[in-house]
């Protein structure tokens, strides 16, 4: 192979596209992802958001190209031409099995989309492409899923990964907001291996903290932000309800795009939900907490059990005189989305980010982000301490008072 590519980029202006990186891109589950949004509902909220998986795969991949000519150029390291291949297109194929609308289905339940690489990864042209490329599903997935035991594995799935670095600074110049602002060009000239692992020279400690601050900046006014999360509510309900039903199944929702899903959820419809989201009809806040007012021990089950969670919004609606599908329980959390555990080199008397006292800095940032809130379709009466009660009680002894009075 001779083609080369160049695409340009808003972000990274021209981005080059390899041979190898041409065969895997013009594959139909590649070019899938150009009909699957980044941010799913945001676009409700921030118009310019409706940039898609599919610039951020070229933009991942393009990072990954320049993290490795960065070490590449490093003394005394003998480049592996396979093992930069495979970190190249593991890059550009980390998001290859997302489902449509971000990460909403995965919250409603559905395997996350790591998981579904597999699928896409092992059969058809995108399969035959990387036989043929040398970079079989086998040699990626360990990259893609972060269980590969490579050095440079951190490029791929890490907590400084070319992932984060494309997607924060892409969503924010998108969405039109200053808040995902991170010093890249410095943080990719201070990457280096030591140990046998990635880390970070002591020069890119001030842009590590640009990334962290950025990230939880962006969680706080963008992804999290109350109608994108009302929005989110909504369409998980909705999906829920679609595949409990039998109209969808799992498998069809995950190789959708989101126009295609939002056509079949119109016509198959069994809420409402479907034409509220579609006229912009959001539910709106009964209830707005913030995390930092809730205990530091909360339980986390409202963002990682959906099947008790649902339980929690049908009893609260019926105590309040609401339909099953007009009330809807929202406590995000992701506790490892602001980790930034990597080993520091080059600064005497410190061997990693923590004696920046960066990892108890992402503690009470994630608690901050965080916002307890309850929807609703139409106007209803939520008191504070019932709800907070059920959100900082166990699992265990919130699923026991549902059984105990159902």
């Not at 590649?30 to 940039?51: D, E, I, K, S």
């Not at 592996?80 to 190249?88: N, T």
């Not at 020069?203 to 990334?211: N, Q």
Request: glycine share 6%; aromatic share 4%; with cysteine.
């Amino acid at each position: 192979m001779t083609r080369l590519e160049v695409v340009r980029d808003p972000l990274w202006n021209n981005i080059r596209l390899e041979p190898e990186a041409l065969a895997v891109v013009d594959t139909p589950a590649v070019q899938r992802l150009r009909y699957v949004r980044q941010l799913g509902h945001a676009f409700l909220v921030y118009p310019g958001a409706t940039h898609t998986r599919f610039e951020h795969a070229l933009g991942t991949y393009h990072l990954a190209r320049r993290v490795l000519a960065q070490l590449d150029e490093l003394e005394g390291r003998r480049p592996d031409p396979a093992e930069g291949l495979r970190v190249r297109l593991a890059a550009l194929l980390h998001d290859i099995g997302h489902y449509p609308f971000s990460h909403a289905l995965e919250e409603a339940g559905l395997p996350h989309h790591e998981d579904l690489a597999a699928r896409h990864l092992a059969a058809g042209p995108l399969a035959e492409a990387l036989e043929r490329l040398g970079a079989p599903s086998a040699a990626l997935l360990p990259l893609i899923q972060g269980t590969d035991p490579s050095p440079l594995a951190g490029i791929v799935a890490g907590s400084l990964d070319v992932d984060k670095l494309d997607y924060l600074s892409r969503d924010a110049t998108m969405c039109g907001v200053p808040y995902g602002v991170i010093d890249v060009d410095r943080l990719l000239t201070s990457i280096t291996l030591a140990d046998g692992r990635l880390a970070l020279h002591a020069k890119g400690l001030a842009a590590l903290e640009s990334l962290l601050f950025a990230k939880y900046q962006m969680y706080r006014n963008v992804y999290w932000h109350h109608a994108v999360r009302s929005a989110t509510a909504m369409f998980k309900r909705l999906m829920r309800r679609t595949i409990a039903a039998g109209r969808m199944t799992a498998d069809a929702v995950a190789i959708a795009t989101d126009d295609g899903l939002s056509h079949e959820l119109q016509q198959r419809d069994p809420t409402g939900l479907a034409r509220a989201l579609r006229e912009r009809r959001l539910a709106k806040r009964a209830l707005d907490i913030p995390g930092t007012d809730l205990p530091a021990a909360t339980a986390d089950w409202p963002a990682t059990d959906p099947d008790l969670l649902e339980r929690v919004e049908e009893r609260l609606a019926r105590e309040v005189g609401l339909g099953p599908d007009e009330l809807f329980l929202d406590f995000p959390s992701k506790t490892g989305m602001l980790d930034v555990t990597i080993p520091v080199v080059g600064r005497s008397g410190g061997a990693g980010a923590e004696h920046l006292g960066l990892s108890r800095v992402a503690t009470e940032l994630h608690r901050s982000a965080q916002r307890l809130r309850v929807f609703v379709m139409r106007p209803a009466k939520i008191q504070p301490k019932v709800v907070v009660d059920l959100v900082t009680s166990p699992r265990e002894e919130v699923a026991a008072r549902l059984a105990a009075t159902s």
